[in-house]
């Protein structure tokens, strides 16, 4: 027993309550178990409870033991002073208290304990992968919902100190995280570091010239320092040599991978078409926010890099020739990551929930993830048809299966209770 699981228990009342009675053999009924206070005071707050023929109001405190009552020196802290009722696991002592104490242990269903053990001592992929076969789609469909929302408002906090680090300027921090997705999981940092080493209103002064884009890109990426071969990129080089001392620039020093990456995805190619997305689409985030529909925001998206970068994947190899758009899984990736979270956190932030609707609601538009966590899933049974369903399932598994939060999750909860 832990006190969590003893706060569980008593909050949704999972034990005998026939013939319950304090440990002085007084019958109490329990009206109301009160609301749960994870702040300092006692366990629950505004109980109500009926002893004889007489009804209380007050706070409830539970422990493992009565002794604890006294170890954690209660009675000294005026928190305390509205407590009428001390719910124990165990009462192991008689302590000075004035009012009464009941003891749990023996009107437990043995079965739920035993449950809760199994869970806590599964090493599965989730802890319950054999039991949630069977869960109603509707209990599914709340508890994504309240996932995906507590993870985008997770990211919505990282994002506002991104907007602290921006002053406030939405494109600008739009700009860092954009970039951020076009460099993956490997790069994302080295392009969130070029992304920030450039301002969008630096950007905006050159949109016209591709190769100007292009040159402060991969200048702040640190590949146009080498000596180049072809023609194009020592083009590169003499733009970037000119803009940088214009602007007072100077290389990132982040190294960007390409191991154990497929070619079109080296950064490279990705710098290439970052620089055509600025290129095309002035105020991005403003367009994004104004747009209606989820299409509207996947064509702003689909650029090609310019030509050089149809017969290249890096500077000076030629390669066959291959068309480098963006993709529809890049795309994906940037509604996911980029897109969605922004405008959650512009709702979130302005008290707009129109904002965070629409993001919402092109998550429920978005082809579903895949990923070693979307694949377990599937795995045991739970498949997911949008990314509205992964990202929950991220959440999920994160934040609760691996931290064994199974008292905390709906579809833990509805295991424990209907055993």
Not at 13 to 22: A, C, G, I, P
Request: charged share 20%.
């Amino acid at each position: 027993m832990n006190e969590a699981l003893l706060q569980y228990i008593w909050q949704f009342q999972y034990f005998n309550k026939q013939e319950l009675q304090t440990t002085e053999g007084e019958p109490i009924s329990i009206i109301f178990p009160g609301l749960h206070n994870t702040n300092q005071g006692p366990d629950f707050t505004n109980a109500k409870i009926k002893i004889n023929n007489t009804t209380w109001y007050g706070s409830v405190e539970l422990h493992l033991r009565s002794s604890d009552w006294e170890d954690h020196d209660h009675a000294a802290d005026k928190n305390y002073q509205n407590v009428i009722l001390h719910v124990v696991w165990l009462h192991d002592k008689e302590v000075n208290i004035s009012f009464p104490t009941v003891e749990l242990q023996a009107i437990v269903p043995k079965i739920l304990l035993n449950r809760y053990n199994d869970l806590m001592n599964d090493r599965s992929f989730i802890a319950c992968e054999n039991l949630v076969g069977n869960m109603d789609d509707i209990i599914w469909l709340s508890w994504k919902e309240r996932l995906l929302i507590e993870r985008l408002q997770k990211k919505s906090q990282l994002i506002f100190q991104y907007l602290d680090d921006s002053n406030n300027h939405w494109e600008e921090t739009f700009w860092w995280l954009i970039a951020r997705t076009f460099g993956a999981k490997v790069n994302s940092d080295a392009f969130e570091k070029i992304a920030r080493s450039v301002s969008t209103n630096i950007l905006a002064k050159h949109k016209h010239q591709i190769h100007q884009l292009e040159a402060l890109l991969f200048g702040q990426a640190g590949l146009l320092e080498t000596v180049h071969e072809e023609d194009y990129p020592i083009l590169l080089q003499k733009e970037y040599h000119f803009l940088s001392n214009k602007y007072q620039l100077a290389p990132v020093k982040n190294a960007l991978y390409l191991l154990r990456m497929r070619p079109s995805n080296f950064p490279t190619v990705r710098l290439a078409q970052l620089a055509a997305l600025i290129q095309q689409s002035e105020h991005l985030f403003s367009k994004i926010k104004e747009a209606v529909s989820l299409k509207e925001v996947k064509d702003l998206l689909d650029v090609t890099a310019n030509d050089y970068w149809h017969y290249h994947y890096t500077f000076n190899h030629p390669a066959s020739y291959k068309i480098k758009k963006t993709g529809t899984q890049m795309i994906n990736s940037i509604i996911i990551n980029t897109i969605v979270p922004v405008l959650f956190a512009y709702g979130y932030k302005n008290n707009e929930n129109s904002y965070k609707e629409k993001a919402l609601l092109w998550l429920t538009q978005t082809a579903a993830e895949s990923n070693v966590i979307t694949k377990g899933f599937d795995a045991i049974g739970i498949t997911s048809k949008q990314a509205f369903d992964t990202q929950a399932l991220l959440q999920l598994k994160n934040e609760y299966c691996n931290n064994k939060r199974c008292l905390e999750c709906a579809v833990g909860n509805k295991l424990l209770k209907s055993q």
